[in-house]
């Protein structure tokens, strides 16, 4: 399996590309991944300049560690090519990664793959932009695998339960609010999507929850999108900035015991013996497994 560049995505903002003093505010926020969008929050008429000002943001902020990310228009629209071509000729080396939102199979997200790749050995490029994808149609949670392992490139797979809604005839007042169902009614394509990106070395990142005062809904949408392996959700608002860094994020609590657990079981191993007993359960490969993911994450996050 390629490697994949180990990105933070606890946190994915949203900003429209139109508005230079939001993407002022985004480049200084706390998040860990702010996507300059040219799709949903620009209008035909202002995609054309939202590009310039996306690219004059990403070349003249000061943005940190923060993971640089442009969601261009879909490979149906008239307007996907030039998003791409633009930001990347003009910025290409202030991007960390293009995310692509509607690809149906993989042939499109290898659009968007072979376009790049022709951009990276026109410009010189030292450093590959990575793709992002957003599965939102029902057509794609059908080839979700196949667009798993569509190209090297691609590092993330995110659910965008909007266009999922509605694609599938979902009835709901607001995007990412389950009420009314009982259980979650996006727990199906969550744990489909998840599993396929999983199964292909990509990080899974859950879509928005658009009430964005109703942050103890929020709260509950990111602990029910970790419980299922996913390792972030988007804000589409900065108040829902923190939330979902705290949650996504494991206290140091709970990386002090999973070091723990992996030590015990690494000291039993080289004793020669498969399990052991410690502080009341039973610590085997199974459990070191499991808890070197709470390691993993504490290693990225620099805990």
């Not at 939202?50 to 940190?64: F, S, Y």
């Not at 809604?165 to 996006?186: C, E, H, R, W």
């Not at 993911?293 to 620099?302: C, E, F, H, P, Q």
Request: proline share 4%.
């Amino acid at each position: 399996m390629p490697h994949k560049p180990m990105r933070l995505r606890r946190s994915q903002l949203a900003v429209p590309g139109v508005s230079e003093k939001m993407l002022t505010k985004a480049a200084a926020s706390k998040a860990d991944h702010v996507f300059c969008d040219l799709e949903d929050a620009v209008a035909p008429s202002a995609k054309a300049g939202a590009r310039e000002t996306i690219v004059d943001a990403l070349n003249h902020l000061d943005w940190g560690e923060t993971v640089r990310c442009v969601r261009v228009n879909d490979i149906g629209t008239p307007w996907c090519h030039e998003d791409i071509i633009t930001v990347v000729e003009k910025a290409g080396k202030n991007i960390d990664t293009i995310m692509l939102p509607k690809p149906l199979n993989a042939s499109d997200v290898q659009f968007a793959d072979t376009l790049l790749t022709q951009l990276e050995m026109k410009l010189g490029l030292e450093r590959k932009i990575g793709l992002e994808v957003l599965i939102e149609e029902v057509e794609a949670m059908q080839n979700v695998a196949e667009i798993a392992t569509s190209c090297e490139r691609l590092e993330c797979m995110i659910f965008g339960m909007g266009d999922y809604a509605a694609s599938q005839g979902l009835v709901m007042k607001n995007i990412g609010d389950t009420q009314g169902y009982p259980g979650d009614i996006f727990h199906y394509p969550r744990y489909q999507m998840t599993i396929a990106a999983r199964a292909a070395g990509l990080d899974a990142v859950d879509g928005p929850f658009v009430d964005f005062n109703n942050l103890e809904a929020y709260k509950v949408e990111c602990q029910r999108s970790l419980m299922l392996g996913m390792v972030g959700k988007w804000a589409i608002h900065p108040a829902q900035i923190e939330p979902a860094l705290d949650i996504f994020s494991p206290t140091q609590e709970d990386v002090d015991f999973a070091r723990e657990v992996i030590a015990v079981y690494e000291k039993a191993a080289g004793e020669g013996l498969g399990s052991v007993g410690h502080k009341g359960v039973m610590v085997d490969a199974a459990s070191a497994r499991l808890f070197q993911n709470t390691v993993n994450r504490a290693d990225l996050i620099g805990m």
